[in-house]
């Protein structure tokens, strides 16, 4: 099938491909909307890529006070990583350091998954032996003695086997501020999408790569042909018109999220059109063979 | 299947004992041998058919239609399905219950909950002493499950209490939550003198101040507690409570320093 054209934008005829990873979710709340999202923020810090960050983690939803377990404004964070070790590993270091540590916080499971992770139950020790387990309508707390008051959290979250991650689309435009505006448009759809984060800066990667190179040691480099400096000089996927192609990376609870989210991501690029924003959106693949999720690109438009 | 109802003909003329009469003690007896059952303890031993008009098929789905301060034991041990009594019980109802759901609508005698260990056990009316608390000789009382007296409890309600949920919700006797090992007793309408008298761990929450409290006891600030908030919300949830009872920053008092000190009573500023 050739490439198709909707609203103006040239749909490539590629897909984005995508892996099976192991996800959890954890609800934090604080005393107000900014230093429930101050928590969350900071515990989804350098969790970009899981190439180098050991995770890739975001705020997944904002959630109103009469949607938490306690009653607060909070924030669900989504953690992803390639193996339950590491999650776990993961999810302790950056709740201990980032959420036990701001002001006013809780933090709640999740997640219902098919296991279940250490929460509250490892974190209890910092209470020294002041920490104090409550089981309350078939839920366990821990309460850990803070210097402003306790910190209440829940002895353990769920985790998913099912999760994927690398969903993807290029947004390519005539200029970077205009790559850049439908992006954010692209990345402000998909906030509201349950289940599927995005966890690039802003939401927005410009570094795609491409697996290894010429370095020895060099896990993921440059991708070349993507790359609008190096048009003519390498065998460029780039014409005349794009100078600036960013990548929105989605993780996702499960395929549909993944699917959801770059259909919401994909109309609202569409819907900016290509003289305010994208004039071309692609995907990242590996030629199909590596990942076991695959999202063709003209199944996801709106 | 029709709930197995069991009509109390008369004021029984002894003691009985009803602990035979749980779902799985009932669970495929025919009704003639269910009649033969011998529930009395003194020397007329009088046996279900005596006492009670037996009537309906299904043993997880059991009413006691018409009660009385001599029933005793009701639903001990039971593990599930639902035992309903329709008026008074004696002692030790829902003693060491494990499972299901025993209701009482009426007033119960001392020892109600005694050593539960799961499920949930509503009393409209009012509760005896040492409700949920262990018989002489145990070492611990509630062991898990839900524990609810819309009315009033007597003296050492939740005594030795290590796990669980007790809800009283107009007011209870002298030393509510006394030795308490953990868990979490409620009270509303005023708790009598010096609750949580020795107690190591566990939670009393009150919806007023105490009227005494062991001297063993300290205050602790009234910082936010999202426990607070969460328990509320539990309360209410469940049907408990109609509003919240501590409210965002609950004054705590710690104790019982005389012993392990663990413990703390939460009440509204």
Same mark, same amino acid.
């Given at each position: 099938?050739?490439?198709?054209?909707?609203?103006?934008?040239?749909? &490539? &005829?590629?897909?984005?491909?995508a892996f099976g990873m192991r996800a959890t979710a954890i609800i934090i709340t604080a005393?107000?909307?900014?230093w429930a999202r101050q928590a969350a923020i900071t515990m989804t810090g350098f969790a970009t890529s899981v190439i180098g960050c050991g995770c890739e983690a975001a705020i997944d939803v904002e959630l109103?006070?009469?949607?938490?377990?306690?009653?607060?404004?909070g924030c669900r964070v989504m953690i992803f990583a390639m193996g339950t070790d590491e999650l776990q590993k993961q999810l302790l270091n950056r709740v201990g350091q980032c959420v036990l540590t701001s @002001?006013?916080s809780a933090c709640f499971a999740g997640l219902e998954g098919s296991a279940e992770l250490k929460l509250g139950s490892a974190l209890r020790y910092f209470g020294?032996?002041?920490?104090?387990?409550?089981?309350?309508?078939?839920?366990h707390f821990w309460?850990v003695?803070v210097?402003?008051?306790?910190f209440l959290c829940e002895a353990t979250t769920g985790l998913t086997k099912g999760a994927v991650g690398g969903g993807n689309?290029?947004?390519?435009? $005539?200029?970077?501020?205009?790559?850049?505006?439908?992006? #954010?448009?692209?990345?402000?759809?998909?906030?509201?999408?349950p289940g599927a984060i995005v966890p690039f800066p802003g939401g927005?990667a410009?570094?795609?790569s491409?697996?290894?190179?010429?370095?020895?040691?060099?896990i993921a480099?440059?991708?070349?042909?993507?790359?609008?400096?190096?048009?003519?000089?390498?065998?460029?996927?780039? /014409?005349?018109?794009?100078?600036?192609?960013?990548?929105?990376v989605i993780d996702g609870e499960t395929?549909?999220a993944v699917?959801?989210a770059?259909?919401?991501?994909?109309?609202?690029?569409? #819907?900016?059109?290509?003289?305010?924003?994208?004039?071309?959106?692609?995907?990242?693949?590996?030629?199909?063979?590596?990942?076991?999720?695959?999202?063709?690109?003209?199944?996801?438009?709106? | 299947?029709?709930?197995?109802?069991?009509?109390?003909?008369?004021?029984?003329?002894?003691?009985?004992?009803?602990?035979?009469?749980?779902?799985?003690?009932?669970?495929?007896? $025919?009704?003639? &041998?269910?009649?033969?059952?011998?529930?009395?303890?003194?020397?007329?031993?009088?046996?279900? /058919?005596?006492?009670?008009?037996?009537? /309906?098929?299904? @043993?997880?789905?059991?009413?006691?239609?018409?009660?009385?301060?001599?029933?005793?034991?009701?639903?001990?041990?039971?593990?599930?399905?639902?035992?309903?009594?329709?008026?008074?019980?004696?002692?030790?109802?829902?003693?060491?219950?494990?499972?299901?759901?025993?209701?009482?609508?009426?007033?119960?005698?001392?020892?109600?909950?005694?050593?539960?260990?799961?499920?949930?056990?509503?009393?409209?009316?009012?509760?005896?002493?040492?409700?949920?608390?262990?018989?002489?000789?145990?070492?611990?009382?509630?062991? /898990?499950?839900?524990?609810?007296?819309?009315?009033?409890?007597?003296?050492?309600?939740?005594?030795?209490?290590?796990?669980?949920?007790?809800?009283?919700?107009?007011?209870?006797?002298?030393?509510?939550?006394?030795?308490?090992?953990?868990?979490?007793?409620?009270?509303?309408?005023?708790?009598?003198?010096?609750?949580?008298?020795?107690?190591?761990?566990?939670?009393?929450?009150?919806?007023?101040?105490?009227?005494?409290?062991?001297?063993?006891?300290?205050?602790?600030?009234?910082?936010?507690?999202?426990?607070?908030?969460?328990?509320?919300?539990?309360?209410?949830?469940?049907?408990?409570?109609?509003?919240?009872?501590?409210?965002?920053?609950?004054?705590?008092?710690?104790?019982?320093?005389?012993?392990?000190?663990?413990?703390?009573?939460?009440?509204?500023?």
């Amino acid at each position: 099938m050739p490439n198709v054209s909707v609203n103006g934008i040239v749909i &490539d &005829d590629t897909f984005a491909e995508a892996f099976g990873m192991r996800a959890t979710a954890i609800i934090i709340t604080a005393p107000n909307r900014k230093w429930a999202r101050q928590a969350a923020i900071t515990m989804t810090g350098f969790a970009t890529s899981v190439i180098g960050c050991g995770c890739e983690a975001a705020i997944d939803v904002e959630l109103p006070p009469s949607a938490t377990p306690d009653g607060r404004p909070g924030c669900r964070v989504m953690i992803f990583a390639m193996g339950t070790d590491e999650l776990q590993k993961q999810l302790l270091n950056r709740v201990g350091q980032c959420v036990l540590t701001s @002001p006013g916080s809780a933090c709640f499971a999740g997640l219902e998954g098919s296991a279940e992770l250490k929460l509250g139950s490892a974190l209890r020790y910092f209470g020294d032996g002041w920490q104090i387990s409550k089981k309350i309508g078939g839920r366990h707390f821990w309460r850990v003695p803070v210097m402003d008051g306790e910190f209440l959290c829940e002895a353990t979250t769920g985790l998913t086997k099912g999760a994927v991650g690398g969903g993807n689309f290029f947004v390519m435009a $005539e200029s970077s501020a205009k790559a850049l505006v439908a992006a #954010e448009a692209a990345v402000a759809a998909i906030g509201l999408v349950p289940g599927a984060i995005v966890p690039f800066p802003g939401g927005i990667a410009r570094s795609g790569s491409k697996i290894g190179g010429k370095y020895k040691g060099m896990i993921a480099s440059a991708n070349e042909a993507y790359a609008p400096t190096l048009r003519g000089v390498v065998r460029s996927e780039l /014409g005349s018109d794009i100078n600036a192609v960013l990548e929105i990376v989605i993780d996702g609870e499960t395929n549909d999220a993944v699917a959801a989210a770059m259909k919401a991501g994909i109309k609202a690029v569409i #819907e900016l059109g290509p003289k305010r924003g994208a004039v071309r959106i692609s995907a990242g693949n590996y030629g199909g063979k590596l990942g076991k999720f695959i999202y063709s690109l003209k199944d996801m438009l709106p | 299947m029709k709930a197995l109802t069991f009509t109390l003909v008369a004021e029984p003329p002894e003691r009985l004992d009803l602990s035979p009469l749980t779902p799985e003690r009932l669970a495929g007896i $025919e009704r003639r &041998d269910i009649e033969k059952i011998q529930i009395g303890i003194s020397k007329h031993g009088s046996e279900v /058919g005596d006492i009670f008009r037996v009537a /309906g098929n299904d @043993p997880l789905d059991i009413v006691f239609e018409g009660g009385s301060t001599r029933l005793d034991r009701v639903a001990e041990g039971m593990r599930g399905g639902s035992v309903r009594v329709v008026g008074n019980a004696g002692a030790q109802a829902g003693r060491a219950m494990r499972g299901g759901t025993l209701t009482i609508e009426g007033n119960a005698g001392p020892h109600a909950g005694s050593g539960m260990r799961g499920g949930r056990l509503e009393i409209t009316g009012n509760a005896g002493d040492h409700l949920g608390a262990p018989l002489a000789g145990e070492l611990a009382g509630m062991n /898990g499950g839900v524990l609810i007296v819309r009315g009033k409890a007597g003296g050492f309600a939740a005594d030795r209490m290590r796990r669980g949920l007790i809800a009283v919700l107009k007011g209870s006797g002298d030393n509510a939550g006394s030795r308490m090992i953990a868990g979490t007793l409620v009270v509303a309408g005023g708790s009598g003198e010096m609750p949580g008298y020795l107690m190591r761990r566990g939670s009393i929450l009150l919806d007023r101040a105490p009227k005494s409290l062991s001297p063993s006891f300290v205050e602790c600030g009234a910082p936010e507690s999202v426990f607070a908030a969460i328990i509320d919300r539990h309360l209410i949830a469940e049907g408990i409570l109609k509003r919240p009872l501590l409210g965002i920053a609950p004054q705590k008092y710690g104790g019982d320093n005389a012993v392990l000190g663990m413990g703390e009573i939460l009440f509204p500023r």
